[in-house]
């Protein structure tokens, strides 16, 4: 999960929701990620999809069974789906999301049984460090708003 939060770090540096992702296989570190949906023009870069990418691209198939994913916020709609259909086995994540959060906090997509593929889920790991970070790019963000708004008065 440091590393994780590491590339949660770089995508805060690069001007992104600060989240980062990696996948383990093996105890080996096979891909990472982190959100760049601004950089690369595409909605569907979050930090998840961006290492759900690359693992396959490591290990030459869609389906990465067998793999553990790291990542900093709990996944949203969009990447459960993509965390399911590639039939991760385990996602552990650090910072709960009561708002789009699907693995608990907002609904729990995990543990539908009428998917072909169960994932594991373990919340909660590195979770003050995890969303120290989006606190603090959230409040920065809002701040820089204020401050944008004010000088055009």
Known sequence: MAHALALAQRSRDEG?????????????????????????????????????????????????????????????????????????????????????GTAGSAIDLFSQTYHNHQVNIHGGVMQNECGQILKDFFKQRRENNKKEKNDKR
Not at 28 to 57: K, S, Y
Not at 70 to 88: D, Q, S
């Open 16 to 100: 992104e929701v600060p989240v980062g992702a990696v996948i383990v296989k093996n105890d080996q570190l096979i891909a990472e990620g982190w959100n760049q949906p601004i950089d690369q023009h595409d909605a569907t870069a979050h930090a998840e999809i961006m290492a759900i990418r690359a693992a396959g691209e490591t290990l030459k198939n869609y389906r990465i069974p067998n793999t553990t994913l790291y990542v900093t916020l709990e996944p949203c709609t969009m990447c459960a789906g993509a965390i399911i259909h590639a039939r991760v086995q385990t996602v552990v994540f650090g910072a709960p999301d009561p708002r789009t």
